[in-house]
């Protein structure tokens, strides 16, 4: 089988990039395998494994790019590494713009742009936060999107922060809207007076575009990374931010949605939290809300609801339900379950959990490869049993994968297999709308449905839940559409998925 | 040497401007909606060697590097 390999020297992509142009390749008629990547030794290892380790790459440096196929004919891999050359230079034009010039140092495009404030952060862990250290030591304030970042470098960056009065939001901090502009992955959202303070990216997009669509706004969006109120960081940034909001003219109402915090971490949060004078929303999720009520702060039920009542204390009127439990239980009506099991595959983390927590005192046993307290851990993450509700977005998933809301393949593969299994009745989705996600994740979900219901022509319950708002790129009115057409029930939040998930099973 | 900047309630007074490092998308996206952004063409320091790396980082904090 012919074999061909490139190397080039000193050529650096970003692995979103590389692994999104790998995936394309892979679509290619004749290819085997193709490979393009830095040549970091798990790279290196990796193509050994593969057999692609020709003689040419195995000198690579981390700072070379490697590309590596294997194709049925000569022709059909010259023609891919054609294709990754075309790939990648389009991708370089569009980050380097036409006119701008792309420094190779922040100190570089500080010159360029010397009004910049924050410094969006997306490199490899392993460098992540030495810069993030020079863009707090410059003054501005940072957004790490980076992920595997050492909780000893983020208490100390985070410290940092707070000493110069700078936000730190992150590590692995997917979402924030400042000023209403969406960072990384956000949502287009009207401006308004609701400020969220989240160590949840999917949570915080579930609750900023339902804040939207009932009517209300957002003056700042927060992101402050999954592990800001553990007992080590001890909630440094979300008092650095609940702080600034309160600060904040255009901010009424301040929600928090977090994991249950550490005990420690708390009450030193609590104590800050008295002294505010705005209304507090509070969403620990799965967290009992009577303490919280206790201490005279809103608690939320779940997401949207977290939604609702900021937009009640930011309006004084209840929001109209976007989908009331009538209008659910009707369209449950409409299904029956020709076989048992649930089958959900998120790409939202926090989606997948609030799902768990609602679901598992109706159907008792649930399986996952996150699961909540009291749901089950599949032994097999790529096997699904009985009900079965999946994160895809989850590192064991994604490791050598770009995440589900841009790379839509992992998930189409588990449409097919899920369909393909007898037991499966009802078939799950979230759709994430917003800056970063896929351009149209609605049309890549309904072809795999299709190329399921030809592969395994039986009814099976279809439902998405479409996280966004009108005004993101994809649109949100023809992603709904594209769903519906294809038979796909499709709800305004995952709390209205749930509730139909829940009647239609109890119906059977 | 660090500049003077203003707290963070003053951020929520200026316009947003950033300086992307990393994934490129981010860039074009700001681009997109008109936000002032500079992308960096980062790469890893030293090649991605790790061994020049950490020789780099002693000479900056000042320590010998026999």
């Known amino acids: 089988m012919p074999l061909l390999s490139q190397l080039k020297k000193d050529t650096y992509f970003d692995s979103v990039t590389l692994m999104l142009a790998t995936n394309e390749l892979k679509k290619i008629r004749g290819v085997h395998q193709a490979v393009i990547g830095m040549g970091t030794d798990y790279n290196l290892e990796s193509l050994k494994r593969l057999g692609l380790l020709s003689p040419e790459l195995a000198d690579a ?31 370089k034009g569009a980050a380097s713009g036409t006119a701008d010039y792309a420094p190779a140092t922040q100190a570089g495009a500080a010159k360029a742009l010397p009004g910049a404030n924050i410094v969006l952060i997306s490199v490899p862990g392993d460098y992540a936060a030495s810069e993030a250290r020079r863009a707090l030591d410059s003054g501005r304030h940072v957004m790490l999107f980076s992920d595997n970042v050492s909780i000893d470098d983020e208490l100390e960056l985070k410290t940092r922060a707070v000493e110069k009065n700078l ?37 915080l997009q579930e609750v900023t575009s339902l804040i939207h669509r009932m009517g209300c706004g957002v003056s700042q969006a927060i992101g402050v990374g999954g592990r800001d109120l553990s007992e080590k960081i001890g909630g440094i940034m979300t008092l650095q931010a609940v702080r600034a909001l309160e600060d904040d003219r255009q901010t009424k109402v301040i929600v928090l949605l977090s994991k249950p915090p550490a005990e420690k971490t708390f009450h030193a949060l609590l104590g800050v939290l008295k002294d505010v004078k705005k209304p507090v929303v509070i ?34 009127r209840q929001p109209s339900p976007l989908l009331s439990d009538e209008e659910i239980a009707e369209k449950a009506s409409k299904v029956r379950l020709t076989a048992p099991s649930l089958r ?41 049993r009985g009900h079965t509700i999946l994160d895809l977005g989850d590192d064991e998933f994604t490791r050598g994968r770009a995440h589900p809301m841009i790379d839509p393949s992992f998930r189409q593969e588990k449409i ?91 119906h059977g | ?40 063409d980062w790469r890893p320091p030293a090649g991605g060697n790790k061994r020049i790396q950490a020789l780099l980082r002693r000479i900056k904090n000042g320590e010998k590097t026999s």
Do not use: W
């Open chain 1, 61 to 91: 440096t981390p700072s070379d790019l490697i590309l590596a196929v294997d194709a049925a004919t000569e022709e059909a891999a010259v023609m891919t590494l054609r294709e990754a050359e075309r790939l990648l230079s389009v991708k």
């Open chain 1, 167 to 203: 936000l730190m939001m992150g590590p692995d901090c997917g979402t924030a809207i400042l000023n209403g502009v969406p960072l990384a992955f956000a949502n287009a959202v009207r401006k308004g007076d609701i400020g969220v303070v989240a160590a949840s990216g999917t949570g």
């Open chain 1, 283 to 316: 969403y620990f999720i799965g967290a009992d809300p009577v303490p919280i009520e206790r201490l005279g702060f809103a608690a939320a039920q779940n997401l949207e609801d977290a939604a609702r009542t900021a937009c009640r204390l930011s309006t004084g």
């Open chain 1, 344 to 384: 959900a595959l998120y790409s939202g983390g926090t989606l997948c959990d609030e799902a768990q927590r609602i679901l598992l005192p109706r159907l008792k046993t649930i399986h996952s490869n996150t699961p909540v307290a009291g749901c089950e851990k599949l032994p097999n993450v790529y096997q699904s």
């Open chain 1, 416 to 506: 097919l297999s899920e369909y393909a299994d007898p037991e499966t009745g009802m078939l799950v989705v979230d759709v994430v709308l917003g800056y970063g996600s896929h351009p149209d994740m609605a049309g890549a979900v309904v072809r795999s449905i299709e190329e399921a219901r030809e592969r395994s022509p039986r009814p099976v319950v279809l439902a998405a839940t479409l996280c966004g708002t009108e005004d993101d790129p994809q649109d949100y009115e023809k992603q709904r559409r594209t769903l519906e057409d294809a038979g796909v029930f499709v709800f305004p939040s995952n709390v209205s998925m749930v509730k139909f998930i829940v009647s239609v099973m109890s």
């Open chain 2, 1 to 40: 040497m660090a500049e003077r900047r203003p707290p963070i309630s003053g951020l929520f007074d200026q316009p947003i401007q950033v300086i992307n490092v990393g994934v490129p998308s981010f860039s074009d996206d700001l681009k997109r909606q008109g936000v002032p952004v500079r992308h960096v």
